[in-house]
Each structure stands twice: as C-alpha cells, then as structure tokens.
C-alpha cells in the first residue's frame, strides 16, 4: 500500500518560533492535504494543494505541494499556543493516505 | 453550516460483543466516509460511499465489520464481535460529491472513542 513518512514525530517549540514539518513518499499523489486535530476532536481542514509546485497560505500557514509529486511541507509562522495539536498530512490518488502526525507543542 | 454529527461519543464493550456507531453528514454532501483510527496513527480509510452505494470497502474487515446507508444520508458502522485490536477512534466524513478529477475535501466529524475490554 501506499506509505507517508511524516517527520518530525513531535516538536517542543517556543511561543514566536516558525515550525515546519513535511511528508514524503516512495508514490505519486494527485492532491496534498493538512488537516490539524485537537484531542477528542476530529481533524480539520488547514491547507489543500492541487497541483505540483503550488505554493498555498492560509494566514501564518503556508504549504507546498512538491514538484516531484511526492512530497508537501507545511510552516507555521511565528507560533501561538492555540497551534498546539497534531498535524496530519494526507496524500490522495484515489483515496486519501495519512501520515502518522507531527505532535506540536508551544511553551509560553 | 452543521458539521459532522457522530454518536455515541464514547463506548465501552467486552471483547466479542456487538457494536454500532451512527453519522449524520453535512447536508448536500454525497459522499461518506469511515475511518478507523488507532492511537498514534493517522485515520486509514474503511469505507466510502457515493450517495447509498459503495465505492471502495477494499480495507474493510468484513468478517467483522458491517456499514450501510441506506438512504444515501445517514449511516452505520457496525462491528460484530468486537476484538480487542478494535480499540480505536471511528471517524466519519463526508464531502461533497467527488471524483478523482475533481476532488472535494472531506469534513471529519468528532468520532466516537471505543474501547474493547
């Protein structure tokens, strides 16, 4: 099946730092995606990426979808401490496959 | 717009007994889909259905595991009898009717935790 290596599995970080995590894979995707989820919530949306080489921001977040096709990177600028959660990435072709999550924490 | 509405929140079963879950999908939205996610895992993918059909239960275990949605709205995952490796959160989503040429993002609801004793 098809796998993501998403790294780095956790980060200690400083309220005001930039964060940036990424995915990679031996396959090919058609969409890239970030999804955040919070404990006992589901995950939530943050950034899709259609097309290779696209850069795309939503407010402090910014995501790309690499040229190649098979990876994505997702930074976080100047971090709060309501960014702490886990970050998903998720490749589609066909359905979507999840990465294992990046588990982000903010120290005041 | 309401979001994904799952229930139970939680549940609490002895190993070979029964279990179902239930979610509402955002109105309009066509497709749904199950997930099952284990703790420290991402979701993986049981079943999607386009309207009251299925289109991919390739990762459903279906010895065990059953889902309808029957009336192309809601739907149920049932899981009969439950293992302890089962232990996990059930997510549902949905979407607006989608196609491999032209994606639509899926919402997630907020799951149902289940715990197998």
């Known amino acids: 099946g098809q796998q993501l290596n998403q790294s780095p599995q956790s980060m200690f970080i400083q309220e005001g730092e930039d964060v940036s995590m990424n995915c990679t894979s031996s396959?090919?995707?058609?969409?890239w995606l970030w999804y955040k989820q919070d404990p006992g919530e589901g995950p939530v949306l943050l950034i899709a990426l259609y097309k290779a080489g696209e850069l795309t921001s939503n407010g402090r977040l910014t995501a790309q979808f690499g040229i190649t096709r098979k990876d994505s990177f997702l930074n976080i600028s100047a971090s709060i401490p309501s960014d702490v959660g886990i970050y998903f990435c998720a490749g589609r072709r066909g359905q979507l496959t999840f990465g294992s999550g990046t588990q982000l924490t903010v120290l005041p | 717009e309401a979001g994904v509405a799952q229930s139970p929140r939680y549940k609490i079963i002895e190993k070979r007994q029964s279990v179902a879950f239930w979610c509402n999908p955002i109105s309009g939205h066509a497709t749904l889909y199950w997930y099952q996610q284990i703790l420290g895992q991402g979701p993986k993918l049981l079943i999607q259905f386009q309207n009251n059909g299925v289109v991919d239960d390739s990762q459903l275990p279906k010895d065990r595991f059953s889902a309808e949605r029957l009336k192309g709205v809601d739907s149920t995952l049932k899981i009969q009898p439950a293992k302890l490796e089962d232990s996990a959160v059930y997510l549902c989503?949905?979407?607006?009717?989608?196609?491999?040429?032209?994606?639509?993002?899926?919402?997630f609801g907020d799951g149902t935790r289940l715990s197998i004793l």
């Open positions: 989503a949905s979407s607006q009717s989608t196609s491999d040429s032209h994606y639509q993002p899926q919402h």
């Open positions: 396959s090919i995707f058609n969409t």
